[in-house]
């Protein structure tokens, strides 16, 4: 299972290679939406995590350009408090799942282990070009 973490801080890369090491997973971190889509359209990618605070960028409008790039990947979106209207937003968007933080370690294994074991991650065909 490859699993594409889009976050900014180095220590969620690394918990989450802590937490997903038991299910096999090998995780990239990415310090931004362009080099996450040049790794998914690289490497593919069975689920990516997207940090709602990533400088830039809206969350929603990351959400959006990943969507483009890899439409029938899942999105975790990680997110200090959500709203309930932020939650339907993303949702709407196309995020699988709005998953708040801090992080459990035990709850992201459980949710990355359901989403990765129904679904077969596709790469979008497409190009990235980022102007951010």
Do not use: F, H, N
Not at 57 to 62: C, H, Q, V, Y
Not at 86 to 94: K, P
């Amino acid at each position: 299972m490859k699993v594409v973490v889009v976050i900014t801080d180095p220590s969620v890369v690394e918990m989450t290679r802590a937490a997903l090491r038991p299910l096999g997973g090998v995780v990239q971190g990415c310090e931004g939406v362009c080099a996450a889509g040049r790794a998914i359209l690289r490497e593919g990618t069975d689920l990516i995590l997207l940090d709602l605070d990533l400088p830039g960028l809206t969350g929603e409008a990351a959400l959006r350009l990943l969507r483009e790039v890899a439409p029938r990947v899942p999105v975790l979106v990680l997110a200090s408090e959500p709203s309930p209207a932020t939650t339907v937003g993303l949702l709407m968007a196309g995020a699988r799942r709005v998953v708040a933080k801090p992080l459990d370690l035990q709850q992201l294994r459980a949710i990355v282990y359901a989403e990765t074991s129904t679904i077969s991650g596709k790469v979008g065909e497409g190009v990235v070009s980022c102007a951010v």
